[in-house]
């Protein structure tokens, strides 16, 4: 078997995971199952953070639940939901880990709401802008599992040093 180096996962009857990549979406929601579902066949080991009690069905088998991000520096962390109460203070705590890569979902024609958020909390601007948004690539995504496919795409094109899109030719 030979790993896809594009998404962790060997050609065959049998996958190999790529073993240090974490995928973690905060607030539990349609769009962060799906996400997660899909990461764990790219070779993510799963992890959704919720610090209320909220639930979601269809996350997969395996999936680490959390309140809090973890300080785990193969992870890419993609908050689902920017209209959670919590938002400032996740992505603050989230900022003060070793986490590769921070993104959150959002309409890209609106001021994203973690910059007030965060600069409420004293999150210095520099902090602030570690926090890519928009996430993802621009199919026009709108059902959860299209949101999820435009969110892995661009999150696997930026660990594999790619700008992502289409290839010509």
């Given at each position: ?69 973890p300080a ?81 795409a661009g ?15």
């Amino acid at each position: 078997m030979t790993a896809d180096p594009n998404c962790g996962v060997a050609h065959g009857d049998a996958a190999d995971p790529v073993t240090d990549r974490v995928l973690v979406a905060v607030f539990a929601s349609p769009v962060a199952a799906a996400l997660l579902r899909l990461g764990a066949e790219c070779g993510y080991a799963p992890v959704l953070v919720e610090p209320g009690d909220r639930e979601v069905d269809g996350l997969p088998a395996g999936t680490t639940r959390l309140t809090a991000v973890p300080a785990e520096p193969h992870a890419d962390v993609v908050v689902c939901d920017h209209h959670r109460d919590e938002l400032g203070e996740v992505l603050r705590d989230a900022l003060a880990t070793s986490t590769r890569w921070i993104g959150l979902m959002g309409n890209p024609r609106h001021v994203g709401p973690h910059v007030a958020a965060l600069a409420a909390l004293g999150v210095p601007p520099a902090e602030v802008a570690r926090v890519h948004r928009p996430i993802g690539l621009d199919i026009g995504s709108r059902a959860p599992a299209e949101i999820a496919v435009s969110t892995l795409a661009g999150l696997l094109a930026d660990r594999n040093g790619r700008a992502g899109g289409f290839l010509d030719g």
